[in-house]
T-cell receptor, first 109, second 111 residues
């Protein structure tokens, strides 16, 4: 049984660019949450998707958007990248207990 | 803001029990206590959770005080691979709730 998978593992972008990160949930899970973890800090909740709709959102600007597909996989899109967007982006699946993927490390230059 | 308070760091000798405390004095009646750990640069790993009874699984034990205002995660025989940042989180479990992470406790297991 595959756990949560994310792609790519690493990514380098420049300021102003756009990025798309992908997540496949654990088998049988229909809910996906995204978190941002800056260096030295705990993960911060971005948003959560269930039934292809955004159900909860943290304190992140509209530059951060997402999507969930009918197979429950999800994408996180970030537009107009800033240096401060450099972080580890984590995807978690599950309703009651959330299981995390390995993350995508994004570096914005 | 995180609803939990944890010591920033702890040390433990390999083979000994590691007891990681967590204060959550404002926890509400239907909030669970969750523990995750994060080994350097990896995604957080779920360890255990509980409501008011003590819980045990293959990884750890969770002891919750009777008033539910604090809890302790116990790793019975710590190994070097248990070196990680441990996060204590309170969250609703009956419905999907966002996890609010604090700064956690950095546990260093030494030989």
């Amino acid at each position: 049984d595959a756990g949560v998978t994310q792609s790519p593992t690493h990514l380098i972008k420049t300021r102003g660019q756009q990025v798309t990160l992908r997540c496949s949930p654990k088998s049988g899970h229909d809910t996906v949450s995204w978190y941002q973890q800056a260096l030295g800090q705990g993960p911060q909740f971005i948003f959560q998707y269930y039934e292809e709709e955004e159900r909860q959102r943290g304190n992140f600007p509209d530059r951060f958007s997402g999507h969930q597909f009918p197979n429950y996989s999800s994408e996180l899109n970030v537009n107009a990248l800033l240096l401060g967007d450099s972080a580890l982006y984590l995807c978690a699946s599950g309703r009651r207990t959330q299981y995390f993927g390995p993350g995508t490390r994004l570096l914005v230059l | 803001d995180a609803k939990t308070t944890q010591p920033p760091s702890m040390d433990c000798a390999e083979g000994r029990a590691a007891n990681l405390p967590c204060n959550h004095s404002t926890i509400s009646g239907n909030e669970y206590v969750y523990w995750y750990r994060q080994i350097h640069s990896q995604g957080p790993q779920y360890i255990i959770h509980g409501l008011k009874n003590n819980e045990t699984n293959e990884m750890a034990s969770l002891i919750i005080t009777e008033d539910r205002k604090s809890s302790t995660l116990i790793l019975p025989h710590a190994t070097l691979r248990d070196t990680a940042v441990y996060y204590c989180i309170v969250s609703y479990s009956y419905n999907t709730d966002k996890l609010i992470f604090g700064t956690g406790t950095r546990l260093q297991v030494f030989p």
